[in-house]
């Protein structure tokens, strides 16, 4: 058998292999410059050292723009599967909770701390009662209430030594100023008496035990869980655009690259690009291994 037709093949394959080696090797090598009579090498630093700014760049406008863009981000929090593991976890946590001494208060403060919880509550407080008066202003509940009130005290009246003096005239005047006064102490007083009423009826809530509120709304538990769902669905539909701006993940990405040192840098991209690089050296040598059998027939 002639081995000198093996030659070429293999001499082939191995400068395939050798090359595309030194190819790859040269991406992340050299780490720096090098300089020769005052010019800066070719190639020199390698490619990834060099490029890492206009990488990084380029991977934050990647992941915020294709891999985690809004679309992406909101269908993920609000996916059925994300319903169904606030689902359980608010299950759980209820029956854990469902034989527990402990107050709604106490609870609620173990989330959030006893003093962001206080300012929380007041924050609620205001935002909850300033909302249900502006609502009632807008009612017009001094008409209503008026028409309401005369007519069961015209009503209360027919039979008696008063019902005489009752003529269109006297019904339409007092409900006119039973009206005026009605809006006006809506105006002045409504939004001391909702403020005192909401405040009164959170605190007592606040301060029932868990098991009793267990027992008082076993009930009305899963109506609890979808409205806690529904509003979770709301606040993210409506605030995620925000949210996803304010973090400015294309940034975020930009800067967390650039602040790996470039070996940190290399050993990641090789983490994940290790089968693919490790293929193109022996794709080399496979087509080095082919262009010397080629040339063996010529």
Not at 31 to 56: C, Q, S, V, Y
């Amino acid at each position: 058998m002639d081995l000198s037709f093996f030659i070429g093949p293999i001499l082939g394959g191995i400068i395939g292999l050798i090359t595309n080696g030194i190819a790859i090797r040269m991406l992340f090598r050299p780490l720096k410059p090098i300089k020769l009579l005052g010019r800066t090498l070719p190639f020199t630093p390698g490619m990834i050292p060099k490029e890492k700014p206009r990488i990084a760049r380029s991977l934050g406008d990647v992941v915020a723009n294709n891999l985690l863009n809004e679309d992406v981000i909101k269908n993920g929090l609000l996916s059925p599967e994300m319903d169904d593991k606030i689902a359980i976890a608010l299950n759980k946590l209820i029956t854990k909770k469902s034989t527990s001494d402990e107050t709604l208060r106490e609870l609620f403060y173990s989330f959030s701390g006893e003093q962001q919880g206080e300012l929380i509550l007041t924050d609620v407080t205001t935002k909850v009662v300033g909302f249900s008066y502006e609502r009632m202003v807008k009612m017009e509940l001094g008409p209503l209430l008026s028409e309401i009130a005369v007519t069961e005290i015209v009503s209360n009246l027919h039979g008696s030594m008063f019902a005489m003096l009752i003529n269109e005239n006297l019904v339409s005047s007092a409900k006119l100023k039973m009206s005026e006064i009605i809006e006006r102490m809506v105006v002045e007083k409504g939004e001391a008496i909702l403020n005192n009423i909401f405040e009164k009826e959170s605190q007592n809530l606040l301060d029932k035990r868990l098991c009793d509120l267990y027992t008082e709304y076993q009930e009305r538990i899963p109506d609890f869980v979808s409205w806690v769902i529904k509003t979770y669905h709301q606040v993210i539909d409506k605030n995620i655009g925000i949210l996803i701006h304010a973090l400015n993940l294309s940034k975020l990405v930009e800067d967390q690259i650039n602040g790996y040192d470039v070996l940190t840098f290399e050993k990641m991209l090789l983490e994940i690009m290790h089968k693919e690089l490790n293929a193109i050296v022996w794709l080399g040598g496979l087509l080095g291994c082919i262009m010397g059998l080629v040339m063996a027939f010529v």
